[in-house]
């Protein structure tokens, strides 16, 4: 029996559109998905874009205005990778036209918008996601699972880190990312942090924020030079419902570091760390009764760590950034075919916001707040 079709429009095919393009066609071929995955239009800035990417990644159609895409009666879920400040728009006006919608990060650029467009989504009863795709790999899977089986004791300490250097250079020119409206680096960067450490550890319960701006000016692509507002690194401590403490950290001008997502566990009975530069390694530290044999010890993504085993039957070779999108939308298409609730909708979506913003608010205003 043929799989009913899911049509997908996406809009946006810069770094992003690219990756959830992958996440599909990579999807189609590893997991035996309940639909059948169609890229039915791209949208992009101009319809010469828009065209060729069509022609590059294997759409039947191409436009340069994303409402078609929402307005298309044969399209089922709308795609959204285009700049941050333009996702609610697109996402209401899906939402409105009764479709699915699968948005990168973040939801919006303020908590209020991520609200409403949750709201309307769930009034709507249409299924959601949205990106946060480091959660999906494999490893972080069985760092929850030996949290929460008890592996490691008690839970006293975290540390969440994500660390890039793309805005290092000052002349480089402003750009959507510098927006005060829900730019900065602990938005970019720091809502990545957050969701791996209530993924892991459970809900964040107080913040602590400290965000600071270090380059105050940038080109302006116009000859002249516009300020900048927004944080460049930014940092929060951490008080977690289950009575653990910890701390987030985010920078992108952090020189030399290219993908460094990464957090350590500190538990009574063993610790774990690891690093988004090494993508299929966690480090393990069980404490032994043994003096001299104590020390931490490699455990290699495998087949033992699902879904690793359905791109790969061997440990240690490796899944990539990619391979994360790919299973984002894995489950994301079984949440619509009704197998399960979604992976990451927009209500958790609305809930990293939310904590960006009161990390935001700590900062101006120097003291604990509640989440």
């Given at each position: 029996?043929?799989?009913?079709?899911?049509?997908?429009?996406?809009?946006?095919?810069?770094?992003?559109?690219?990756?959830?393009?992958?996440?599909?066609?990579?999807?189609?071929?590893?997991?035996?998905?309940?639909?059948?995955?169609?890229?039915?239009?791209?949208?992009?800035?101009?319809?010469?874009?828009?065209?060729?990417?069509?022609?590059?990644?294997?759409?039947?159609?191409?436009?340069?205005?994303?409402?078609?895409?929402?307005?298309?009666?044969?399209?089922?879920?709308?795609?959204?990778?285009?700049?941050?400040?333009?996702?609610?728009?697109?996402?209401?006006?899906?939402?409105?036209?009764?479709?699915?919608?699968?948005?990168?990060?973040?939801?919006?650029?303020?908590?209020?918008?991520?609200?409403?467009?949750?709201?309307?989504?769930?009034?709507?009863?249409?299924?959601?996601?949205?990106?946060?795709?480091?959660?999906?790999?494999?490893?972080?899977?069985?760092?929850?699972?030996?949290?929460?089986?008890?592996?490691?004791?008690?839970?006293?300490?975290?540390?969440?880190?994500?660390?890039?250097?793309?805005?290092?250079?000052?002349?480089?020119?402003?750009?959507?990312?510098?927006?005060?409206?829900?730019?900065?680096?602990?938005?970019?960067?720091?809502?990545?942090?957050?969701?791996?450490?209530?993924?892991?550890?459970?809900?964040?319960?107080?913040?602590?924020?400290?965000?600071?701006?270090?380059?105050?000016?940038?080109?302006?692509?116009?000859?002249?030079?516009?300020?900048?507002?927004?944080?460049?690194?930014?940092?929060a401590f951490l008080r977690?419902?289950?009575?653990?403490?910890?701390?987030?950290?985010?920078?992108?001008?952090?020189?030399?570091?290219?993908?460094?997502?990464?957090?350590?566990?500190?538990?009574?009975?063993?610790?774990?760390?690891?690093?988004?530069?090494?993508?299929?390694?966690?480090?393990?530290?069980?404490?032994?009764?043994?003096?001299?044999?104590?020390?931490?010890?490699?455990?290699?993504?495998?087949?033992?760590?699902?879904?690793?085993?359905?791109?790969?039957?061997?440990?240690?070779?490796?899944?990539?950034?990619?391979?994360?999108?790919?299973?984002?939308?894995?489950?994301?298409?079984?949440?619509?075919?009704?197998?399960?609730?979604e992976p990451f909708n927009?209500?958790?979506?609305?809930?990293?916001?939310?904590?960006?913003?009161?990390?935001?608010?700590?900062?101006?205003?120097?003291?604990?707040?509640?989440?």
């Amino acid at each position: 029996m043929a799989k009913p079709p899911l049509r997908v429009g996406l809009i946006g095919t810069g770094f992003m559109g690219k990756a959830h393009i992958f996440g599909y066609t990579t999807a189609a071929r590893v997991f035996d998905l309940p639909r059948n995955i169609v890229l039915d239009t791209v949208a992009d800035i101009t319809d010469e874009a828009a065209r060729a990417a069509a022609t590059r990644y294997g759409f039947e159609k191409a436009t340069s205005d994303w409402r078609t895409i929402v307005e298309d009666p044969n399209i089922d879920v709308v795609n959204i990778t285009a700049p941050n400040a333009l996702h609610k728009e697109m996402s209401m006006a899906a939402i409105a036209a009764g479709k699915h919608v699968y948005c990168e990060k973040p939801l919006a650029p303020l908590a209020i918008d991520a609200s409403e467009m949750t709201e309307a989504a769930e009034a709507a009863g249409v299924k959601t996601q949205v990106g946060f795709n480091y959660i999906c790999n494999p490893v972080f899977g069985l760092a929850r699972e030996m949290i929460r089986s008890g592996e490691l004791g008690e839970i006293r300490a975290y540390r969440g880190y994500h660390a890039e250097d793309y805005m290092t250079d000052e002349t480089a020119p402003f750009t959507f990312r510098h927006d005060p409206q829900g730019g900065g680096a602990f938005a970019d960067l720091g809502s990545h942090t957050l969701a791996t450490a209530e993924y892991l550890l459970g809900p964040i319960t107080r913040v602590m924020g400290d965000t600071v701006n270090v380059i105050g000016e940038r080109p302006d692509g116009k000859g002249g030079i516009r300020k900048v507002e927004v944080d460049d690194v930014g940092r929060a401590f951490l008080r977690f419902q289950s009575g653990a403490t910890g701390s987030v950290e985010a920078s992108w001008i952090a020189t030399g570091q290219k993908m460094s997502h990464d957090f350590e566990v500190y538990g009574s009975r063993g610790g774990l760390t690891f690093s988004g530069e090494r993508l299929n390694e966690l480090r393990f530290y069980p404490v032994s009764a043994i003096p001299g044999r104590d020390g931490f010890r490699t455990i290699l993504a495998g087949p033992n760590h699902p879904p690793y085993g359905e791109f790969c039957v061997a440990p240690g070779h490796q899944l990539g950034f990619n391979d994360l999108k790919a299973i984002e939308v894995a489950g994301y298409v079984g949440a619509i075919a009704g197998l399960h609730d979604e992976p990451f909708n927009f209500r958790a979506g609305w809930r990293i916001q939310s904590l960006v913003e009161t990390v935001h608010r700590s900062s101006q205003q120097e003291r604990w707040l509640d989440t």
